[in-house]
């Protein structure tokens, strides 16, 4: 009898009355019982049906139909819900279909309806069937009692969380869009929902995300884009994730109010909870969730997270990639669509960011993704800076920010506020992860809005690096080989980027993780900020001592100023422990790369692209490669390099260069010594027969540099500190603070050490000086201005010698009377001259004199000529017998200090007096001098008595 009432509509009771109008109208009409198919009259409904569906689709419809007729239409297709046999249209329309995909599956409770939605999208499935079945449930989202098994499966559950009201007129409370968000509200509560009702849920969510034109709302508000976009998409949840995909690669193509259903519908649908909702997203990525995530349950919500942990890896494919991140960008704009997130932070987010409930709709009044703001900037926060959020929450925070530093597009307030500098400064950048290092990159540049927000999140991954994920995969390797203790602590606090820029030039480093370690330095220099660790150390000095100044360089430059002013003038530091200790670390790390000194970078770019092509900027090559053709620097770049240079020789820790070259021999020769006196320790350890060669050249280098400036040579500087103002007033007249005096005033301090006028402390330093150069003619700056030609000419063999001993030098001493330029005779000849002062500085004489001195001259003390005086004296007793080779080079010593006498005259009284102080004869030549003064003495005497008796006799006339 049902089968006989349902197959002409006019039997149906009140039907015919209540809709005839409309029928009349729509021109749906009543076709006679004469015609073909008895049968038939089901198809008036059927027309009903469709112009119900297509009024709800429609923004301005045509023709509407009348209130009860529509309660009748639903009513009559909620009564045949149960038998697909009493929905005549669609029971014709689908015979063959269902014989095709259902022939085991029995009638009733409306299980031939759900077989069929689920092979709606088969090839082999007829389109009139299709058709049919499309009706069918755009009316079930129009009111979900259409569907006899959710209406059946969720009664109870409807009724305990008053999802529905009894015997009101049919509103937004019988569309399946509300039963759905009200019992996934309930869900994401955490209350239970019968097993029944989920899985006829989860059927329906699928059915959803399947099919766009089962939303009304997307129908009416995305119609052009559809069009314009993704025509011929309609199958398995294509033209949706077209809508997404477009969305995602320019906002603007689709208009906000499509924008919002797109929004709406994939909370309904909720694929966050479960993955296979989305069956083009389940499609795409099943190989991989196979192969990556076959840990997981099926239908956890933690595979779409594991999905994202293995974005960009090479487990993943790039159709699940694209499907992925086009989801992955709508949940990204309402925390609530992710259900790991919504669970553990709910209360947090209530309690400190004014959160709604899931599925209430006043919230959508604030910007996207402002709730997830709010939470991750209370789960960074420190207790002292107030309330913080659960360990839960916070852990959950942190995956969602590890995930989104994949892709700029899945942080709504960074893609909104920088959609104009993204375009501007970005367009080329489409690689994971480059178009945040752009805007990075850009910082300054970029717009007030966008510059404030890529402030917050450089500054939010200075304290937990791992965020950026791209990063820490790159830098794997050198993480679990160094870093492994660091990167385990909840707690990163910018450990994790101080290890991996401490093992930058490890084995285990790769070039990806360099460049990302490096890239990261470099935009930290934009602002203090963005280094955590110091940022928290230094924050109270930075606003007492350095107030207005951002840029990192400036503030470490400003801080290390005060440190160092503070010591030099012995009053309490106003710099805190814990900030100098901070302090330390920062300035070593800007050492490693000349970008990371923005200043000495910008004044030596010109320079870099002359000298230095092709030199990597790590390791401080550039800087020593600037170091290395300092004489042919432009102005402006050497000057920064001298003062660079000065600041180093102050502070030899902070050569980077030094430290690392030396780094063994530091350990082995320096262990205890501090970090101001390390290049004293291994200028003292350097002949050591343990001594690296390496390093040895790297000392040797640096004395080079020392000797052609006093002021790169602090010890000498504070020793002389009276004597190079005393001495050498002339020379200082004349200098220019950023550039080197060639060693012009060391020069002067070797001459007066010769003519014994020096204070103790400056001796003794002048003393090394002489005994180091006397050695290694590189260290004579003069010597070698002056004598470069003849070096080349003269003593080519002694120059190219793989170790300077002096060989260069006493070739020199030995070609005296060859030389012609009248420079360099001047510098053998002071040479010599220094060589009677001590003859430690002569080293060729005492290593060949070493056993006379110890045998005849122990007991005389070093200095001021008395050895050499004592050697003297030896040769002349003809008691004493010397070593052949030591009498030899005495010999040679004495002939060229009386060529010397003679070529170098005096040029004053004080200098002819020095020259006889200084002299092996001095007893002598001053015996000599008395006998004559006594002479002239008793002359005088005599003389005088004559000339007074003359006087008198001329009085008595």
């Not at 709606?120 to 569907?147: G, H, N, P």
């Not at 970005?426 to 970029?446: F, I, V």
Request: glycine share 4%.
């Amino acid at each position: 009898m049902t089968a006989i009432i349902y197959s002409d509509y006019r039997l149906i009771c009140g039907f015919l009355e209540t809709c005839k109008a409309d029928i009349n109208r729509l021109q749906c009409g009543s076709i006679r019982a004469t015609d073909k198919d008895v049968h038939s009259q089901g198809e008036v409904v059927a027309c009903l049906e469709k112009a119900l569906v297509k009024e709800a689709e429609q923004q301005t419809p045509q023709y509407q139909i009348t209130e009860d007729c529509k309660k009748s239409i639903l009513r009559v297709a909620e009564l045949s819900s149960d038998d697909f046999h009493l929905d005549r249209y669609l029971y014709f329309s689908c015979r063959e279909d269902r014989e095709r995909f259902c022939e085991n599956t029995q009638a009733g409770e409306g299980r031939v309806y759900k077989c069929l939605f689920n092979h709606k999208f088969e090839d082999s499935m007829s389109e009139k069937c299709r058709e049919a079945l499309t009706t069918r449930q755009k009316l079930i989202a129009q009111d979900y009692k259409v569907s006899y098994s959710l209406a059946k499966a969720c009664r109870s559950d409807l009724r305990k969380y008053r999802c529905n009201v009894e015997n009101l007129p049919r509103s937004r409370e019988a569309r399946l869009s509300y039963l759905l968000l009200c019992l996934e509200s309930a869900m994401h509560r955490g209350r239970q929902v019968s097993s029944e009702c989920q899985g006829e849920m989860l059927d329906y969510r699928r059915m959803l995300m399947e099919d766009f034109s089962l939303s009304p709302e997307i129908i009416l508000n995305c119609r052009g884009e559809i069009e314009h976009h993704c025509s011929g998409l309609h199958r398995k949840g294509r033209t949706l994730h077209c809508l997404m995909r477009v969305t995602r690669a320019e906002k603007t193509n689709i208009g906000v109010s499509c924008q919002q259903a797109l929004q709406t519908l994939i909370q309904e649908a909720d694929p966050g909870g479960d993955y296979r909702i989305d069956r083009a997203l389940n499609e795409a990525c099943e190989s991989v969730i196979q192969t990556a995530c076959k840990h997981i349950r099926s239908g956890d919500p933690m595979i779409l997270s594991c999905l994202m942990e293995h974005l960009y890896t090479e487990k993943m494919v790039e159709d699940c990639e694209h499907r992925l991140l086009e989801l992955q960008y709508f949940i990204s704009r309402d925390w609530k669509l992710d259900p790991n997130l919504y669970r553990k932070c709910q209360g947090d987010a209530f309690r400190l960011c004014h959160a709604q409930g899931w599925n209430e709709t006043n919230e959508m009044v604030m910007p996207s993704g402002a709730i997830f703001s709010c939470l991750y900037r209370h789960a960074y926060r420190t207790e002292d800076q107030g309330r913080r959020l659960s360990r839960d929450c916070k852990s959950e925070v942190q995956r969602i920010l590890h995930q989104r530093a994949l892709d700029v597009k899945l942080d709504p307030g960074l893609q909104e506020k920088c959609l104009v500098d993204l375009g501007k400064w970005c367009n080329e950048k489409t690689e994971a992860g480059q178009e945040l290092e752009c805007l990075q990159d850009h910082l300054e540049d970029l717009l007030v809005v966008c510059r404030e927000v890529v402030g917050n999140l450089t500054e939010l991954e200075s304290e937990d690096i791992q965020i950026e994920a791209l990063l820490m995969r790159a830098c794997e390797p050198v993480i679990q080989a160094h870093c492994h203790e660091v990167a385990d602590n909840q707690i990163d606090s910018g450990d994790l980027m101080e290890c991996l820029i401490r093992n930058k030039y490890q084995k285990e480093m790769n070039e990806k993780c360099a460049s990302g370690v490096t890239h990261f330095q470099l935009v930290q220099m934009k602002d203090f900020r963005f280094s955590y660790k110091f940022k928290m150390a230094c924050k109270e000095d930075v606003l007492s001592l350095c107030p207005n100044i951002k840029k990192k360089a400036d503030v470490v430059l400003c801080l290390s100023t005060t440190v160092r002013n503070d010591t030099l003038q012995e009053v309490t530091h106003r710099v805190s422990v814990k900030c100098r200790k901070q302090l330390r670390v920062e300035e070593l790390e800007m050492t490693e790369d000349i970008r990371l000194e923005p200043d000495l970078y910008d004044a030596c770019k010109t320079d870099i692209g002359k000298f230095c092509q092709g030199v990597p900027f790590g390791n401080a090559q550039i800087v020593e490669c600037l170091k290395e053709n300092k004489k042919q620097l432009t102005s402006r770049c050497h000057q920064n390099v001298f003062k660079l240079q000065k600041v180093e020789m102050m502070d030899p820790e902070l050569d980077y260069t030094l430290m690392r070259v030396c780094k063994q021999m530091i350990k082995r020769f320096c262990p205890e010594s501090d970090s101001k006196n390390m290049l004293l320790c291994l200028k003292q350890n350097k002949n050591s027969e343990m001594m690296d060669p390496k390093c040895k050249q790297m000392i040797t280098k640096r004395q080079i540099t020392q000797n052609t400036d006093y002021r790169l040579n602090p010890i000498l500087r504070k020793a002389c500190d009276a004597d190079i103002p005393k001495f050498c007033h002339s020379i200082l007249n004349k200098a220019d603070e950023y550039t080197e005096l060639e060693g012009q005033v060391i020069s002067c301090l070797k001459l007066k050490y010769a003519e014994q006028r020096l204070s103790p402390d400056c001796e003794d330093q002048i003393r090394v000086i002489i005994q180091e150069s006397a050695l290694d003619y590189r260290l004579d700056p003069q010597l070698q201005i002056h004598c470069s030609e003849e070096i080349t000419t003269l003593c080519a063999e002694e120059a190219a010698a793989q170790e300077q001993t002096g060989q260069v030098e006493e070739c020199l001493k030995t070609n005296l009377l060859k030389l012609k330029s009248e420079a360099c005779k001047k510098e053998v000849l002071n040479m010599l001259k220094e060589s009677k002062a001590d003859i430690f500085v002569d080293p060729v004489l005492h290593l060949a004199c070493a056993l006379d001195i110890k045998h005849f001259c122990a007991a005389i003390p070093p200095g001021k000529g008395r050895q050499m005086s004592c050697l003297m004296e030896a040769l002349e007793d003809k008691r004493l017998r010397l070593q052949p080779e030591c009498k030899k080079r005495l010999q040679d010593r004495i002939e060229m200090w009386s060529y010397a006498a003679k070529v170098a005259s005096a040029e004053g009284f004080s200098d002819l007096a020095m020259q006889v102080l200084t002299s092996p004869s001095k007893n002598y030549i001053i015996s000599m001098i008395a006998l004559s003064v006594c002479f002239l003495f008793l002359i005088g005497l005599v003389c005088g008595r004559f000339s007074k008796r003359v006087t008198r006799e001329l009085k008595d006339r």
